[in-house]
């Protein structure tokens, strides 16, 4: 049975599609842009997941007492953000597979892919600047806002990337949760959040609960996602299963069991090695295991889930909202069971 947030992730994920697909749609009559720059990103956005980052700006709007659309282009705003990281980002990794398919990078050349991620980086102000019905005044603060998104985001992006160029493999879990904190739970949870109770004109103590639940939610969920590529369910074998071991990536699992010195040699190897065989990739997950580096990443991840529940359990917010915001929280820890 569909938890709430599922549900309402169903119900709702039609509508920001249509928004988001309507950004490459009638944007010039010359088919050579629209054949490199239009369709690409258009295919991108099309071939997603369930919308979460921007349903739940919405749905911030609705919780502090505004309206549910009235917050489409701040949430359209942060997915078109989402784009342009996962589009640059799998050219930085040297990434195969993206939801399933073909890197963008391979499949219209490196060139082409990053031209696609700058105007989805355009579209974050620029979607937000062409919305008539906020007023300058809330365009200015979501703009801070979403500035202030990018720069976390690329803060984190410098950290892993500085990482893996200069080898590095001396990291503790306080450093791993600074990285992503920086580079995923921002985006992922605080930002939208924050957004759309500002959007929704919701107190400060209500944009600054929201923006916290959403930076502990976001912080589960990339935990989470990091478990699901090296333990998730045989749906998940067909997209990138275990491919963070392949890119060697400094996952909170990787760097706790770096911390144990009877494995630390060989899971360093591993991880400098970039193989793809699923022998040796089994052998990793099997010391993830031995050193309880999965067990403790999961502990951590529903830890932040407790965190962000009490946060808001005491902040006045529409009642069905709310809920909604309790069942996230729980469907972001539970994607493995």
């Not at 309206?67 to 282009?73: H, M, P, V």
């Not at 919701?202 to 944009?207: F, I, N």
Request: some cysteine; charged content about 25%.
């Amino acid at each position: 049975m569909k938890s709430p947030f599922a549900s309402f992730l169903d119900r709702h994920v039609d509508q920001i599609n249509r928004s988001l697909i309507a950004a490459f749609e009638n944007q010039t009559d010359n088919a050579d842009i629209n054949a490199y720059l239009y369709e690409p990103l258009a295919h991108f956005a099309k071939n997603a997941g369930k919308r979460h980052r921007p349903l739940i700006c919405m749905l911030a709007s609705l919780a502090v007492g505004g309206k549910f659309d009235d917050a489409i282009s701040a949430a359209a705003a942060i997915e078109h953000f989402q784009s342009a990281a996962l589009i640059h980002d799998d050219i930085a990794d040297h990434g195969k597979l993206r939801r399933g398919e073909p890197c963008m990078y391979l499949t219209n050349g490196e060139g082409i892919a990053v031209n696609c991620g700058d105007l989805a980086l355009s579209l974050v102000t620029g979607t937000v600047l062409n919305d008539s019905s906020l007023t300058d005044a809330k365009k200015i603060r979501l703009l801070g806002e979403l500035v202030d998104m990018t720069t976390r985001t690329i803060e984190g992006q410098a950290l892993d990337l500085g990482w893996v160029r200069d080898e590095r493999f001396d990291l503790t879990p306080e450093n791993y949760l600074t990285m992503a904190t920086l580079k995923t739970a921002h985006y992922s949870g605080g930002t939208p959040l924050a957004c759309g109770a500002i959007i929704g004109g919701g107190t400060d103590e209500q944009v600054e609960a929201l923006r916290s639940f959403g930076l502990d939610t976001g912080l589960a969920f990339q935990i989470q996602d990091d478990l699901l590529n090296l333990i998730g369910r045989e749906a998940t074998k067909t997209k990138d299963f275990r491919t963070d071991i392949t890119e060697g990536k400094r996952t909170l699992v990787a760097v706790h069991a770096l911390s144990d010195a009877r494995y630390h040699d060989e899971v360093e190897g591993i991880l400098r090695s970039g193989t793809e065989d699923p022998a040796r990739l089994a052998r990793a997950v099997e010391i993830f295991e031995k050193t309880g580096s999965i067990e403790f990443a999961r502990e951590h991840s529903f830890a932040l889930t407790r965190r962000a529940k009490e946060t808001l359990a005491g902040i006045e917010l529409d009642l069905h909202c709310k809920d909604l915001f309790m069942s996230m929280a729980d469907y972001f820890v539970e994607r493995l069971t």
